[in-house]
């Protein structure tokens, strides 16, 4: 074998191997994040949240960063200013309602009444859990329109009428990411960034 001929011999293998690192390294990249995931027991699932919610009452315009921690026994709601301190903490357990705005608390018996008092607008939260998850609330009489995935599209439930604006991704079992609820006077637009599955 000639030294010109093992020369260029060795420069191809030379970029054989360059070209597949290069290429072993692109596909260790995605240009989607992952996706946590999703509990098998969807409908029995506890988690928390992190988004952005957008209230429209009457004309009354409000927005919030939004974490919500649901569990089976409790709900407790932060909503957030852009620099991210509390502005109003919702706490709900079996026995009351507690609203925290600054440094004053309110009690009652359900959210959505204090909510309104206090807040102005309101989260349905009986039936929420499981909206925000693309499930109806299979104790109330619903009437539902499904895409061609058979994912929600509209869903109408309790009085309220629920509009899923986007999902995750493009499978019939992803999560949504953009809601739009509607009740008389109220829209709420619902923006859901991050899941948590079982948080402590």
Not at 18 to 45: F, N, R
Not at 178 to 188: A, F, M
Request: aromatic share 8%; net charge negative.
């Amino acid at each position: 074998m000639s030294i010109p001929f093992l020369r260029l011999h060795l420069t191809i293998l030379t970029f054989l191997v360059i070209l597949a690192m290069l290429l072993g390294g692109c596909a260790g990249l995605s240009s989607t994040p992952p996706v946590a995931a999703i509990p098998a027991q969807l409908e029995s699932a506890t988690f928390a949240m992190n988004g952005r919610i957008s209230a429209n009452h009457q004309g009354n315009r409000q927005s919030a960063g939004l974490r919500w921690m649901h569990q089976n026994s409790y709900d407790e709601i932060l909503l957030l200013a852009p620099l991210g301190y509390t502005v109003a903490r919702v706490y709900r357990d079996a026995q009351k309602v507690t609203l925290e705005d600054g440094d004053k608390s309110y009690q009652a018996d359900d959210a959505e009444t204090l909510m309104e008092q206090v807040l102005g607008w309101h989260l349905p939260l009986n039936g929420l859990h499981k909206w925000v998850l693309g499930l109806p609330d299979s104790s109330a009489v619903t009437r539902i329109e499904r895409d061609d995935l058979g994912r929600i599209l509209v869903l109408h439930q309790s009085g309220w009428e629920v509009r899923y604006l986007r999902y995750a991704l493009a499978s019939p079992d992803s999560l949504p990411s953009r809601l739009q609820l509607n009740h008389e006077d109220l829209k709420l637009l619902l923006l859901i960034d991050k899941w948590e599955w079982d948080p402590k």
